[in-house]
């Protein structure tokens, strides 16, 4: 069974630095795009960042120029380094990817969700 795995998240102040990772376990053969949303609460939840399997990203506008998506494919994980932070970054922040496993094919997998809070 796959699963995704976050930790990093926080309490951290406005201008702060957070590292989020996320690992992908269990029996999968491939992992195709990897990325990050979060969700504020009263509102839906949206993308962050993305990364491919050749390492090709793409990220929202608000987090252009402050937070970096990066993988590690022998490792199978994602991370999302997020510097300057704003009050506004504060959300449930959930690991994304894409991945072949043995006996489901290709799915869609999410993580179970990291809170990164910033507060002064």
């Known amino acids: 069974q796959v699963q995704l795995v976050e930790s990093g998240g926080g309490l951290v102040q406005p201008g702060g630095s957070l590292t989020l990772s996320c690992a992908a376990s269990g029996r999968l053969f491939s992992i195709n795009a990897m990325g990050w949303y979060r969700q504020a609460p009263g509102k839906q939840r949206e993308l962050v960042a993305t990364?491919?399997?050749?390492?090709?990203?793409n990220y929202a506008d608000f987090v252009k120029g402050r937070f970096t998506i990066s993988r590690d494919n022998a490792k199978n994980t994602v991370a999302l380094q997020m510097n300057s932070l704003l009050l506004e970054d504060t959300a449930v922040y959930y690991c994304?990817?894409?991945?072949?496993?043995?006996?489901?094919?290709?799915?869609?997998?999410w993580g179970q969700g990291t809170q990164v809070t910033v507060s002064a």
């Open positions: 994304n990817a894409g991945i072949l496993a043995s006996g489901t094919g290709w799915k869609n997998y």
């Open positions: 990364i491919g399997s050749g390492g090709s990203t």
